[in-house]
């Protein structure tokens, strides 16, 4: 009866605990090769092991009949890639995984007689791909954290092919490759994350707590088919074998800023403060022992971790005055004239704003004047 009972707790925590990646989105990396010996010849059933260097993970894979390998779907991280065969000597690598990128690795095999090591550093940036017709950028989380960017997304504009969308436009993260950011795609942890009502992204994590940030933007693969802009792409942070964490703030104030150009005509700048802080946490996760004797708790060092992020956040400001166009009174009743004007919006000006004197387009509409619902709806 223990037994069982410890059995079927097991599998509660495994369900409670144990994020289940979607099969239909991607949130990692691929890692592909071929294996041949010193005469060119290719080597089937070879044993190929990735180890996570932050968590310990461990993914083998066997050649095939052809000496090719294939990792589909790696967590983005560092990782080593080990190649041990029988007869020859044992290859490791070092390389970095990243979001939606594939590393081909392709390793030829020398006779047995001792390790060979060959460090391979991969980082972010543009990177050409042999192996997929998918162009994009990738940036690190130390990207999103010490660049001036107000989100991860606004790193967009540092890529290629990026220009920030005009002034009134909709859509948010840039204009890529000449289409309007209206249609841009944005995607957390491979789950969807657009607001149609905003053509935008629906959150935005917490720059701190983002892993990483690739923007695709040509090519895609068949899960991204949102929208043919950018896809915009984030990974937050998991835990590791390591506990660490930081405590950020960022500030913003009109002492910060450059007057606009109403606040130049006014002569001061007006008050604005603009204020987010918080901090994160994450690492291995003790869990119960579940047998006679022995800790309470075992460590979670290469099975279970947590990672958690808070922030917080408050603006306070006044606008600037501003200058808007008003009708003459020969202007408003011509615009009385025009068939479907509603008579209500043509009251609106006469009741709440000064008319325009003829050869003055400016007019000063009374502070407070605070226009009714009535008629609205």
């Known amino acids: ?9 097991t599998v509660l925590l495994s369900i409670v605990f144990c994020a289940v990646a979607a099969s239909a989105q991607v949130t990692g990396g691929a890692i592909t090769g071929s294996i041949v010996d010193a005469n060119g010849a ?22 095939s009949g052809s000496g090719s390998y294939n990792f589909v779907n790696v967590p983005t991280g560092e990782y080593t890639i080990s190649i041990e065969g029988t007869g020859f000597a044992t290859v490791s690598r070092d390389l970095s995984v990243t979001l939606n990128q594939t590393n081909t690795v392709d390793v030829v095999l020398q006779v047995a007689g001792g390790t060979t090591v060959v460090d391979v550093v991969a980082g972010g940036g543009s990177i050409v791909q042999t192996d997929s017709s998918q162009v994009g950028t990738t940036f690190s989380g130390r990207s999103a954290q010490d660049l001036p ?13 990026v220009i920030p969308p005009a002034n009134g436009t909709a859509g948010s993260g840039g204009v890529s490759g000449g289409v309007r950011a209206r249609g841009n795609s944005f995607n957390i942890d491979g789950v969807d994350n657009n607001d149609a009502s905003v053509t935008g992204p629906s959150t935005g994590p917490i720059q701190d707590a983002v892993s990483e940030f690739t923007l695709l933007q040509n090519n895609f693969n068949a899960e991204f088919g949102a929208g043919a802009g950018g896809q915009f792409n984030t990974i937050t942070k998991s835990g590791t074998n390591q506990f660490r964490g930081n405590i950020f703030t960022y500030i913003g104030s009109e002492q910060f800023n450059a007057p606009s150009t109403d606040e130049s005509s006014q002569g001061f700048k007006n008050f604005f403060k603009e204020v987010r802080y918080g901090g994160t946490f994450g690492g291995p996760l003790p869990f119960p022992n579940f ?20 922030e917080k956040y408050f603006q306070t400001g006044e606008s600037a005055a501003g200058s ?46 605070i226009l009714g619902r009535t008629g609205i709806e």
């Open 149 to 161: 960017v107000g989100s991860a997304n606004g790193l967009a504009l540092l890529a290629p092919n």
């Open 324 to 369: 808007f166009f008003a009708p003459t009174l020969a202007g408003l009743n011509q615009l009385a004239t025009i068939p479907g004007v509603s008579p209500f919006v043509i009251d609106i000006f006469r009741n709440n704003v000064s008319l325009a004197t003829t050869g003055n387009a400016a007019a000063t509409a009374e502070f407070g004047n």
């Open 1 to 9: 009866m223990q037994k069982y009972l410890n059995y079927v707790a």
């Open 291 to 310: 047998g006679e004797g022995g800790p309470v708790f075992r460590s979670g060092k290469n099975k279970l971790f947590f990672f958690g992020a808070y």
């Open 42 to 63: 290719v080597v089937p059933n070879v044993e190929v092991r990735i180890t996570d260097k932050a968590r310990g993970s461990v993914f083998t894979a066997q050649t």
